[in-house]
């Protein structure tokens, strides 16, 4: 979740805090990038960066990283459910250069240890349904980003429509250890790509 096209991202970040501190449910389905909840550092800033330039909007980039990054303490909270589903394609569109991707793969590995739900939908996989866009389910709120605004609703059935959204994609998803299987095929094709850019051999996965 980034920030509407006159803003600046910290605030935005700022507010996704606040919401995501008072609820115990939050969902999450992203297509392209990786869930900002689990974003590395370096990886929120090539995001954030991007956004900037694209939306022309102020270049807080150092706030807007520092507060994201303290936004995963929820990770953490027990009271908390939370769930992280991605496509294949989020691992796999270089929106950051490809050495930082590796580290990006490696913060998602390490998450297969928490409580947190994680999951993949796999390339090739049929479908349930079509979702057109990423989004978060944030406690009884839906939150939808477009390329230049957002989507903030807490209509009963805008939030039982993408919850069973959710639930459906969830059906055709991987998890455990058939997710660290794709995370590591990732990170070693992200490895080579970086390889080729600075002509050093690739290294292995791990």
């Given at each position: 979740?980034?920030?509407?096209?006159?803003?600046?991202?910290?605030?935005?970040?700022?507010?996704?805090?606040?919401?995501?501190?008072?609820?115990?449910?939050?969902?999450?389905?992203?297509?392209?990038v990786?869930?900002?909840?689990?974003?590395?550092?370096?990886?929120?800033?090539?995001?954030?960066?991007?956004?900037?330039?694209?939306?022309?909007?102020?270049?807080?980039?150092?706030?807007?990283v520092?507060?994201?990054?303290?936004r995963?303490?929820?990770?953490?909270?027990?009271?908390?459910?939370?769930?992280?589903?991605?496509?294949?394609?989020?691992?796999?569109?270089?929106?950051?250069?490809?050495?930082?991707?590796?580290?990006?793969?490696?913060?998602?590995?390490?998450?297969?240890?928490?409580?947190?739900?994680?999951?993949?939908?796999?390339?090739?996989?049929?479908l349930?349904?079509?979702?057109?866009?990423?989004?978060?389910?944030v406690?009884?709120?839906?939150?939808?980003?477009?390329?230049?605004?957002?989507?903030?609703?807490?209509?009963?059935?805008?939030?039982?429509?993408?919850?069973?959204?959710?639930?459906?994609?969830?059906?055709?998803?991987?998890?455990?250890?058939?997710?660290?299987?794709?995370?590591?095929?990732?990170?070693?094709?992200?490895s080579?790509?970086?390889?080729?850019?600075?002509?050093?051999?690739?290294?292995?996965?791990?």
């Amino acid at each position: 979740m980034e920030a509407p096209a006159s803003q600046g991202h910290a605030d935005r970040q700022n507010y996704s805090r606040q919401i995501e501190s008072s609820v115990s449910i939050i969902r999450v389905f992203e297509l392209i990038v990786v869930p900002g909840l689990v974003q590395i550092a370096e990886y929120a800033r090539h995001i954030f960066i991007s956004a900037a330039q694209f939306q022309q909007t102020p270049m807080d980039t150092d706030d807007a990283v520092s507060i994201r990054i303290e936004r995963q303490r929820a990770l953490y909270d027990s009271a908390k459910s939370i769930e992280l589903l991605i496509c294949e394609s989020a691992l796999m569109y270089y929106v950051c250069p490809p050495e930082v991707m590796v580290a990006q793969i490696d913060r998602l590995q390490a998450l297969l240890g928490l409580r947190v739900r994680f999951g993949i939908i796999l390339l090739g996989t049929r479908l349930p349904t079509v979702p057109p866009n990423g989004f978060w389910i944030v406690g009884d709120r839906v939150l939808i980003e477009t390329v230049d605004t957002e989507i903030n609703t807490e209509t009963p059935a805008d939030l039982e429509t993408y919850n069973r959204l959710m639930d459906q994609l969830w059906t055709v998803a991987v998890e455990g250890d058939k997710a660290r299987k794709i995370l590591v095929r990732c990170a070693e094709a992200a490895s080579a790509a970086a390889a080729q850019m600075d002509g050093s051999p690739p290294q292995e996965g791990n």
